[in-house]
């Protein structure tokens, strides 16, 4: 080819030179560098990841990390339509991901009545009745999360709201949703009488007389349950939108969900209408695994917005309802040792299938009883259906026998665990379950040291969906009355490093994510949280009181503080 003319030279020049002042204007160092959509510098960021643990700013494009170093590094990656956040030295943390959480009815319960703290009888019944003066009559009155133990321990009875509640069904549940209130018009809708029998996992609490009196245990609920009307679309979009908002605040990015394919059906929609700013593992229930395993193979497990594949099981009920299963009876009751709210040989069944089919297990095991009865059974499975990385779950993992802990490390087990509940029942669990019991009750140290993974939740609706309180729980291990200043059971506290984990990487791991969450770095989702205080340096007693300031989910604020 022959040579260039000047007029050729001349045009390769100025189309060299526009090129250069086109990308220069636009803030990009090179044609082939992508836009950074949100930065964010002067930070004390706490990465999660081992390989760079601190940090001072990250670089975001679109809904993953781009890049974590300095802010002199990252500053250098903007451009004009980057948003910038100063974080004034504040400290930044991965998303909190809350690994067992209730959220549709915890999105119910942010509009019913309020219970939790009605510290005396006459309280109960009178919220009761102001709450079912607001509803039309014939609405259900649900949800409530009542304490009896704040009352001096006697459990209400239907009696109580029966003339308060002349036009309204009631089905109010204790705290721990192992056992709730009905009143005389919703066991008549349920047609409950004196000849009505108990339910094999559950019991029905009864007057003199035979007729029962108000107050259904576990598998007895259902009874009640099953007449509940069902709440609209629309109500219960408004829950999952209450709840999404809610624990925005709370520095939440991620849920764990343990509930019903209705839940999934709620999460779906709010995924194809573009409004689920929450990420979701939605677990079933376990006697629907044939269901869950025809889905997945049918449509995928999802995205990273909402994803399947887990079964949440039960072996027994709650200590605080005196149904957990206990190999000892009750210190305060004698002649009880709880119950098993599913018979051995279909859990083992259940489980087994499941596992065969790829499905992860996520079991409800609170008594040293049922951890018992579950471990050999997550043996035998693993034993039959050969090793591979299945990620057992137990869910709660409250009492265990001393003995059992060194089964974890060999199954590779999960401790999903709910750090909250320590502080709140360790106010009277000693009267429940004795001195020597509670030594290895809510034992998370104990966890980490036989080489448990630990995932923090709240079980919201049972207990605050904050993880800034669930680590202060975990670290201080100071009941919610304040009486124990030195920590309940202090032994078990951990650090709050350890506590950070379990709600970020720990959590992740729990579902298989940790691939994409629970860490700050390179390629991971762009979920993080700016709190108001560095909770690594500061008195770990004040931890409770540090505020979320912002929520990012995918790259996109979900909470600003007022006034930040």
């Not at 990009?28 to 002067?42: A, E, R």
């Not at 009352?151 to 069904?169: F, M, R």
């Amino acid at each position: 080819m022959g040579a260039l003319s000047q007029l050729q030279k001349a045009g390769f020049y100025y189309l060299v030179l526009s090129i250069f002042v086109f990308f220069s204007s636009t803030g990009c160092k090179s044609p082939g560098q992508s836009v950074v959509t949100m930065g964010v510098i002067n930070a004390h960021i706490w990465t999660g990841d081992p390989d760079q643990p601190w940090a001072e700013a990250m670089a975001v494009q679109g809904e993953e990390i781009l890049q974590v170093g300095t802010t002199a590094e990252i500053k250098k990656l903007f451009g004009d339509s980057t948003k910038v956040i100063d974080a004034g030295g504040k400290m930044i943390t991965p998303g909190f991901n809350d690994a067992h959480i209730h959220f549709i009815d915890g999105g119910f319960g942010l509009s019913s009545v309020q219970l939790r703290d009605a510290t005396t009888k006459d309280e109960f019944i009178r919220r009761i009745s102001n709450f079912a003066k607001t509803i039309p009559a014939g609405n259900w009155i649900i949800a409530g999360d009542w304490d009896h133990t704040l009352w001096v321990g006697e459990l209400p009875k239907a009696s109580w709201i029966d003339s308060a509640t002349l036009n309204h069904p009631v089905f109010v549940q204790r705290l721990d949703g192992h056992m709730g209130l009905a009143n005389t018009a919703a066991m008549k809708i349920s047609n409950i009488s004196a000849s009505t029998k108990d339910v094999d996992g559950g019991t029905i609490t009864r007057e003199p007389n035979g007729m029962p009196a108000g107050i259904f245990k576990d598998n007895a609920m259902a009874l009640i349950y099953k007449n509940i009307t069902e709440p609209s679309d629309d109500l219960k979009d408004r829950a999952l939108n209450a709840a999404m908002d809610y624990v925005a605040e709370k520095g939440v990015t991620s849920i764990q969900n343990m509930g019903t394919w209705g839940d999934l059906e709620v999460f779906k929609r709010a995924h194809q209408n573009k409004t689920l700013k929450t990420r979701v593992y939605a677990a079933v229930p376990l006697s629907t695994w044939k269901q869950l395993a025809e889905e997945v193979d049918k449509n995928g497990r999802g995205d990273n917005y909402l994803k399947i594949g887990g079964l949440k099981g039960f072996v027994d009920g709650s200590l605080g309802s005196h149904t957990a299963a206990f190999q000892k009876a009750f210190s305060d009751t004698p002649a009880d040792s709880g119950f098993m709210v599913t018979t051995t040989e279909k859990l083992y069944s259940s489980i087994s299938s499941a596992d065969k089919a790829g499905l992860q297990l996520l079991i409800h095991s609170i008594g040293d009883k049922a951890i018992r009865e579950l471990l050999d059974i997550f043996e035998r499975v693993e034993k039959e259906n050969g090793k591979k990385d299945r990620r057992f779950r137990i869910e709660h993992f409250q009492h265990i026998a001393p003995v059992d802990f060194p089964r974890i490390a060999k199954l590779n087990l999960v401790a999903s665990v709910q750090p909250y509940h320590a502080i709140d029942d360790g106010r009277w669990a000693e009267n429940y379950i004795g001195p020597e019991r509670i030594k290895t009750t809510y034992a998370f140290k104990s966890l980490l040291d036989n080489k448990a993974v630990l995932a923090f939740g709240s079980d919201w609706f049972v207990a605050p969906p904050a993880p800034l309180e669930g680590i202060y729980a975990a670290v201080t291990r100071r009941t919610i009355d304040d009486k124990t200043p030195e920590g309940w059971v202090p032994e078990q506290k951990i650090t709050v490093e350890q506590a950070l984990k379990a709600y970020t990487s720990g959590a992740a791991y729990a579902s298989f994510d940790e691939d994409k969450k629970g860490t700050l770095k390179k390629g991971k989702l762009a979920d993080f949280v700016i709190l108001d205080d560095d909770i690594t340096k500061i008195s770990p007693e004040k931890i409770r009181d540090v505020k979320v300031i912002t929520t990012v989910v995918g790259g996109k604020i979900t909470y600003q503080r007022a006034g930040n």
